[in-house]
């Protein structure tokens, strides 16, 4: 696994109605997110057009620190409850920094 800087975004719909409910469920995972090792930031961010759509970006010091991430309890356990939000999977995307 690569040891170089790994950045994920996430799009995620929500279903309309339940936006207030779905920041409360997430408010707590980005904060136990950003204390973990190899976590550089962890933002949730609204759309202004659409507040029904949320746009996850996240970066990671590493592919194997990303790895790790997504297997931690309160992940699993949002995860467990995409169903009860979503209108459709979450449309997620690795990136890595060409230029600085």
């Known amino acids: 696994m690569s040891s170089q800087q790994?950045?994920?975004?996430?799009?995620?719909?929500?279903?309309?109605?339940?936006?207030?409910?779905?920041?409360?469920?997430?408010?707590?995972?980005?904060a136990l997110t950003r204390a973990e090792d190899g976590c550089i930031n962890y933002d949730l961010h609204q759309s202004i057009e659409d507040p029904s759509v949320f746009l996850l970006h996240e970066n990671w010091a590493s592919q194997a620190i990303?790895?790790?991430?997504?297997?931690q309890p309160y992940i699993r356990?949002?995860?467990a409850k995409a169903e009860e939000f979503l209108i459709e999977p979450p449309e997620v995307k690795?990136?890595?920094?060409?230029?600085n």
């Not at 790994?6 to 980005?30: C, M, N, S, W, Y």
């Not at 990303?66 to 297997?71: A, S």
């Open 66 to 71: 990303l790895d790790q991430h997504l297997q």
């Open 6 to 30: 790994v950045t994920v975004t996430a799009r995620l719909k929500v279903k309309q109605g339940l936006e207030d409910k779905f920041r409360a469920e997430f408010e707590p995972v980005i």
């Open 77 to 79: 356990a949002l995860g």
């Open 94 to 99: 690795l990136w890595q920094q060409i230029i």
